[in-house]
Structure formats: C-alpha cells, structure tokens
Nanobody, 123 residues
C-alpha cells in the first residue's frame, strides 16, 4: 500500500501563482511508474492535470494548463511538485496526487491517491 501526502495550495487572486507538493509517506514505488496530478471542481468530474515518469522525464499536460503549470520531481526531497502560474478562477478545485503504472493515461495513473489539496483562485 502506498500512502501519498500533499501539501501547498491555498487562496490566490487570478493571475497569481501557487505550488503543490506530493510526498510518498509509505509504501514502495516502482521506477517504471508514473505520478501526476488530477483535480476535481465542485459538481464536476475529476480531470487530469499533468503527469511525469517516476524517473523525472516524460512530462505531459492537459491542454487547459499547458504553458501555465509545470510538473517536476525533486529528487533531493523525493517529492512531486506542481508549479501553477497565471492561475484562473476555473483552476479552482481540489488537487489530488496519483501514482501508478499507467504512463500516458488521463483517467488515472494507478490506485494510489493523496488526500487532496484545495486550490482557490478568486477573480
């Protein structure tokens, strides 16, 4: 069983920036796995945001965040980070970290999810 812990997020005005971080609290991650971010706004389906291979390459993004969000892996801290710039009110959602073997997927990368971090962008 893999436990993921997210941190960061918060409240920002439109055009501002926030960051999220995801750490592996327990469990084994395989080097072939992928980890990434999904988000769910109130009353909407969960949607893919960005993903990256555990090894730190092979990034891919949702069209809605491309050019504004950057996913990366901090090898020193062993965390997954998401830098969010030029935030829009429509980016408001709970953001979830996800990890698993399904590189390229946009519905879920695997079975392991974090608890979620709130991102709120005011207009």
């Amino acid at each position: 069983q893999v436990q993921l812990v997210e941190s960061g997020g918060g409240l920002v005005q439109a055009g501002g920036s926030l960051s999220l971080s995801c750490a592996v609290a327990s469990g084994r991650i395989f080097s072939s796995w992928t980890w990434g971010w999904f988000r769910q706004a109130p009353g909407k389906e969960r949607e893919f945001v960005a993903a990256i291979r555990w090894t730190g390459n092979g990034r891919y993004y949702a069209d809605s965040v491309k050019g504004r969000f950057t996913i990366s892996r901090d090898t020193a801290k062993n965390t997954l980070d998401l830098q969010m710039n030029s935030l829009k009110p429509e980016d408001t959602a709970v953001y979830y970290c996800n990890v698993g073997p399904r590189y390229g997927a946009r519905d879920a990368l695997g079975d392991y999810w974090g608890q979620g971090a709130q991102v709120t962008v005011s207009s």
